[in-house]
């Protein structure tokens, strides 16, 4: 378990905390914002970070006032001032959910943790809801999470002067790679097809470095635990499930990643 008071100074210390509850919240929503905009170009093939915002329904490009994260959704009733298309709900719940991540991470974060479970949680966000929606992680984001992750834990080890801080991360990496990595491969042999996606076992050896090899089989525990609440759902609902029935596991193991780092920090 590494010491969460130790790892990194806290550069936010020493502000007021409704101060702080406040960045984080615009921060969060402003991130969620871009995040809304990737979740909807990404699978398109456009580019994230060239054009400006319009209006899915017009083609109008969007004023400044009309991309004020939450507000400008809430004045506009979730329409386009111009043509009365509705906005769609994914960009309100990628800036509330930005805000809230931010929020979270200030209040509830372990001392010295706040900034990267804030960088995990956003990163997770994303994630999560392009696999909810479109049963897809990319491996440019996932490489992204494993880059931070590698980044933060090498910073822990710099900082603690404790090279086994590394190696915890490294170690929590390949478990959580080869455990989805050995089920996959099992369940081809067993069936003669694919019952998992290939993004699963390099996002959840992502994870693990941000967890560590004890908080990898927590995660995969949570996250068989949603995976079974979201089938017992569709059951209750009336929808159709069978061995053909795809469930976001990606989106369970993001769901169970954060508030697994939130309240252990590097495991």
Do not use: N
Not at 76 to 88: D, F, S
Not at 117 to 135: E, I, S, T, V
Not at 229 to 246: F, G, N, P
């Amino acid at each position: 378990m590494v010491d969460a008071a130790s790892v990194a100074p806290t550069l936010i210390m020493g502000l007021p905390t409704s101060v702080l509850v406040t960045g984080a919240a615009v921060l969060g929503a402003v991130i969620g914002s871009f995040l809304g905009a990737v979740l909807s170009r990404m699978p398109e093939g456009r580019s994230v970070v060239r054009g400006r915002s319009a209006c899915d329904g017009c083609g109008k490009a969007l004023t400044v006032i009309e991309l004020v994260p939450v507000l400008s959704w809430a004045a506009q009733r979730g329409k386009c001032r111009t043509c009365g298309a509705r906005i769609g709900g994914w960009q309100l719940a990628c800036e509330l959910g930005g805000a809230g991540i931010g929020v979270v991470s200030v209040l509830l974060a372990r001392e010295g943790f706040a900034l990267a479970a804030m960088l995990l949680g956003w990163q997770l966000l994303l994630l999560a809801l392009l696999d909810l929606r479109h049963l897809w992680l990319p491996r440019m984001l996932v490489g992204w999470l494993a880059a931070s992750g590698l980044l933060v834990a090498f910073a822990a080890a710099r900082v603690t002067d404790d090279a086994s801080v590394l190696g915890f991360s490294l170690t929590g990496a390949a478990l959580g790679f080869l455990m989805l990595w050995l089920i996959a491969r099992f369940y081809l042999k067993a069936r003669g097809r694919e019952g998992m996606g290939s993004g699963d076992p390099p996002l959840l050896g992502a994870i693990g470095l941000w967890v560590g090899p004890l908080g990898v089989v927590e995660v995969m525990l949570g996250a068989s635990i949603l995976g079974i609440i979201a089938a017992i759902v569709m059951l209750v609902s009336k929808r159709k499930v069978d061995a053909e029935t795809a469930l976001p596991l990606g989106t369970c193991l993001a769901a169970t990643a954060w508030p697994m780092f939130l309240l252990q920090g590097l495991g």
